[in-house]
C-alpha cells in the first residue's frame, strides 16, 4: 500500500536500475517515481511533488549537484549519491526544505537507517493530522 505524502525521486539510471533500493522503498510505503538526467527529472518535479529526491552526483547531461538548485525552496529532503569503488556514499543535500550540505556522508546501511526513520516519522505525521 503506498501512503499520501511518501512521493520520491530517483535521478540517475544507476538509482533505479537495480531493484533493491526502488522495493525496499516501496516496501515502506513511498510511490516510486523514475528519471534518467536532470531534463527528465525537472519535467517530473513540475507536474508531480515529491517529498524525497535521491540522486547521483554525475548525470549525463550534468552534475546531480545542480539538479539541488531546481529543489531550493521546495518542501522537499534531498541526498546526493557519490559512488566509492563498489559501494557508495550518500550525501544530505536538503532536509525538508533547508539546505544541509555539509553534513556527514552516510554509508548505505546508515542510509537505509536514514530512510527508515524518515518512514516513520511521516508515518508518524500522518497519524496527527
Do not use: K
Request: hydrophobic share 45%; net charge neutral; charged share 15%.
Amino acid at each position: 500500500m503506498t501512503l499520501p505524502g511518501r512521493n520520491v525521486l530517483l535521478v540517475g539510471h544507476t538509482l533505479h536500475s537495480g531493484r533493491a533500493l526502488t522495493d525496499r522503498l516501496r516496501r515502506w510505503g513511498f510511490r516510486c517515481y523514475c528519471a534518467d538526467n536532470m531534463r527528465a527529472a525537472s519535467d517530473l518535479l513540475s507536474s508531480q511533488p515529491v517529498d524525497l529526491v535521491l540522486t547521483n552526483a554525475c548525470l549525463s547531461d550534468g552534475p546531480g549537484f545542480s539538479l539541488l538548485v531546481a529543489l531550493d525552496g521546495l518542501p522537499v529532503t534531498a541526498f546526493l549519491c557519490l559512488p566509492v569503488e563498489s559501494s557508495c556514499f550518500w550525501l544530505p543535500a536538503i532536509d525538508s526544505g533547508r539546505a544541509c550540505l555539509g553534513l556527514l556522508a552516510l554509508r548505505p546501511s546508515e542510509f537505509a537507517s536514514a530512510l527508515e526513520e524518515m518512514t516513520r516519522s511521516l508515518a508518524a505525521a500522518q497519524l496527527i493530522n
